[in-house]
């Protein structure tokens, strides 16, 4: 199990701040294919990842990245703060 | 006390923070500090809304400054940065530095404000007349951090 959360207009989009993911994923690729395969909101979310960025246990990350050992994903837009 | 960062979502006082800052250092011969604050350039903002990622905001806030504060051998450093609802005109956030020279108070506070921008985990929403939206990010907020 993995939670997974997501902020600004991909929480609006999927309608959750977060939500605990069953899921044997091997990368964070393999999550998204799985998120987006579930409904229409998760496929309208996931539809573009340039426009999206990823954390890893509050850490930035590629969508590449290996899931193993990780506890909490994080999909939002690009950031901005200042 | 050299570094130091809050998230919050009160407002604070930027005269109170910048009176006595880089104060007390033999070795400080400049500070720098700057104010964000909403601006509403369409007349129609309502108001800001600020979401961030409780958690990793302050880990990734506090790894920017960490860097600064090493690279510039800074005396002291400060930055605060709310969230929440946010009216035209009240400040979002600050940034103060203070080093031995000017040259590096100014490029640390720059630095600082670069990466906030693009690598601290918040998003802004406008709150208009004709509803509300996201706040994208630029090109050249991007492009802002390859200069470092």
Do not use: N
């Amino acid at each position: 199990m993995i939670d997974v959360l997501y902020f600004a207009w991909v929480r609006e989009r999927i309608g959750l701040p977060r939500e605990r993911v069953d899921t044997s994923a091997a990368t964070v690729a393999d999550l998204v294919a799985e998120l987006r395969s579930r409904e229409d909101r998760y496929a309208a979310a996931f539809a573009d990842l340039r426009s999206l960025r990823v954390a890893l246990d509050q850490q930035l990350a590629d969508f590449s990245a290996p899931l193993a050992g990780v506890r909490e994903v994080a999909f939002f837009p690009p950031m901005t703060g200042g | 006390m050299a570094v130091r960062v809050r998230v919050q979502a009160e407002p604070f006082d930027y005269g109170a923070e910048c009176a006595g800052f880089g104060a007390g250092g033999r070795g400080v011969g400049a500070v720098v500090t700057f104010l964000g604050i909403v601006r509403d350039d369409s007349g129609q903002l309502a108001r800001m809304e600020i979401e961030h990622y409780p958690g990793m905001t302050e880990k990734a806030i506090a790894a920017i400054a960490e860097e600064a504060h090493v690279r510039w051998s800074l005396a002291e450093l400060l930055v605060i940065h709310r969230y929440g609802p946010l009216a035209p005109g009240e400040a979002i956030m600050m940034v103060a530095t203070a080093a031995r020279h000017r040259v590096a108070a100014f490029e640390a506070a720059e630095f600082l404000m670069d990466y906030l921008k693009s690598r601290a985990p918040f998003w802004k929403k406008e709150i208009g007349a004709d509803g509300a939206t996201w706040v994208a990010a630029t090109e050249e907020d991007e492009e802002a951090l390859t200069r470092w």
